[in-house]
């Protein structure tokens, strides 16, 4: 039981390039999220999906994109990675109606 | 906007003591909050809930008391041991809302 996987675990982009974060969760979860965490501050929210087939926008949607391919894999894309985004990403899920959320291992992320 | 926040940012505590990570939150709507541990190079784990009509939960030497009239949260470990030492982050997720807005985080060091 793998829970949460997300790949890569490390990544190195050049401004302006463009990135998929895979993620994908083996637990039948509906809702799946995606975080990112700066030095210092905690996980703030980009895009989640309540379920397959819906997406909506967390506190920091500007720069991505994402797609909930179906219910185990939700995507997170950066289409032209800047320095700002360097950060690590953290994918999550959980069954609608608990409060535990699992995240995965995290993916650091470095935009030079 | 409303959020969570803590405290204090760092907490050192002697092995075998008790520690106590305080958190202070904003939003009157919320209906859960929920404290995570997160160990060095792993992703955040679900350590305990506490619904906002109660006031006290406690599970395996964690307790957390919710103060609804001064909005404040803690989360209390008995006999603090080595392998606590960690970021703890508490979370409120909003009456009706799928996400979750997390503080800051506390670091908590287990000195020998």
Redesign the interface.
């Known amino acids: 039981n793998a829970g ?1 996987t997300q790949t890569p675990k490390f990544q190195v982009l050049k401004t302006g390039q463009s990135m998929t974060l895979q993620c994908a969760q083996d637990m039948n979860h509906n ?1 799946m ?1 995606w ?1 990112r965490q700066d030095p ?6 980009i895009y ?1 999906s ?1 379920s397959e087939g819906t997406t ?1 926008k ?2 920091v949607p500007n720069g991505y994109n994402v797609s909930r391919l179906n219910k185990r894999e939700f995507s997170l894309r950066l289409e032209s990675a800047a320095p700002s985004q360097t950060s690590v990403y ?1 994918c ?1 899920s959980r069954i ?1 109606g608990r ?8 993916t650091r992320l470095t935009v030079v | 906007g409303e959020s969570v926040g803590l405290h204090l940012p760092t907490l050192s505590v002697q092995e075998g003591d008790n520690s106590i990570i305080n958190c202070a939150y904003s939003n009157s709507a919320s209906d859960y909050f929920i404290w995570y541990k997160q160990e060095s190079g792993k992703g955040p784990q679900f350590i305990i809930d506490i619904r906002s009509n109660m006031d006290k939960r406690q599970g395996q030497r964690v307790t957390v008391l919710l103060n609804k009239t001064v909005k404040h949260l803690s989360l209390q470990i008995a006999a603090t041991q080595p392998g606590d030492s960690a970021v703890y982050f508490c979370a409120e997720k909003w009456n009706y809302g799928q996400n979750f807005v997390f503080g800051p985080g506390t670091r908590l060091s287990v000195l020998p």
């Open positions: 949460v809702s999220y975080y210092g501050m905690g996980l703030r929210l989640y309540a909506d967390g506190e953290f999550a609608r409060t535990e959320a699992f995240f995965g291992q995290g």
